[in-house]
């Protein structure tokens, strides 16, 4: 079965700092790979996806997300963030046979600060 | 609709009393999902539908858990005799397709606290 490790749990930056979230999964086969983003009382939004092509996915709000295959990782990415980007961030993954379930990180805690 | 929508958005119940959750997908999504997050994790699956054939339900922790959707659209989540490991927020997700490339929409949840 797959799995999705996180590296960090919370994550405090200040505005205009650079983010790099890591997510590593574990399988052996064809993956699709998302990241879900979730604000403080809002629910799961998907903020990225990958299935296939060009390795670096680009999302919503600036976002974007590198999937290096031989490293079984989808680490999501923003230049500069923003005090409105202080949210929950779930990566995901789902195996690319039939309609396969989401396997979900324990999620990173992203608090920026203004 | 708008989105998927659930209810109740709170619910505590005594330890032993049942419950019962509501999702509704979006208009027309063939695929529907249960998902249960307990505090600081990641949501873990429960349960997938594909119209009303419960097609896996490999993630429900107990027989005390029971899903249904028996019109293809509507699904409620029914937990038996809740125990206090039952707390977390329930998440319902749905998605147009079958498909593994298909995106899952999630709703708000429900968070169920049982005392």
């Known amino acids: 079965a797959q799995s999705v490790s996180q590296h960090n749990h919370h994550v405090i930056l200040s505005e205009a700092a650079s983010l790099e979230l890591g997510c590593n999964y574990s399988?052996?086969?064809?993956?699709?790979l998302f990241w879900y983003v979730q604000y403080p009382g809002q629910h799961l939004q998907l903020l990225l996806k990958?299935?296939?092509?060009?390795?670096l996915v680009k999302g919503i709000k600036g976002f974007e997300a590198e999937f290096i295959k031989s490293k079984f990782s989808f680490n999501l990415r923003k230049p500069s963030v923003q005090w409105s980007d202080t949210a929950e961030y779930f990566c995901?993954?789902?195996?690319?046979?039939?309609?396969?379930?989401?396997?979900f990180g324990k999620g990173t805690m992203l608090l920026v600060s203004p | 609709g708008a989105g998927v929508s659930q209810s109740p958005r709170y619910k505590v119940a005594k330890r032993g009393q049942d419950v019962a959750l509501r999702c509704d997908p979006i208009?027309?999504?063939?695929?529907l999902f249960w998902y249960q997050q307990a505090l600081g994790q990641g949501p873990e699956f429960l349960t997938y539908?594909?119209?009303?054939?419960?097609?896996?339900k490999s993630g429900l922790p107990s027989d005390r858990f029971f899903a249904e959707r028996p019109e293809g659209s509507v699904s409620t989540l029914k937990i038996q005799r809740t125990q206090q490991e039952d707390s977390a927020v329930y998440l319902c997700?749905?998605?147009?397709?079958?498909?593994?490339?298909?995106?899952?929409?999630f709703g708000p949840g429900t968070r169920l606290t049982v005392l």
């Open positions: 399988y052996g086969g064809t993956v699709n």
């Open positions: 539908f594909q119209n009303e054939a419960q097609l896996d």
């Open positions: 208009s027309g999504h063939v695929s």
């Open positions: 995901a993954v789902k195996t690319n046979s039939g309609y396969s379930t989401l396997t």
């Open positions: 997700a749905s998605s147009a397709l079958q498909g593994s490339t298909d995106t899952q929409y």
């Open positions: 990958y299935f296939s092509g060009d390795p």
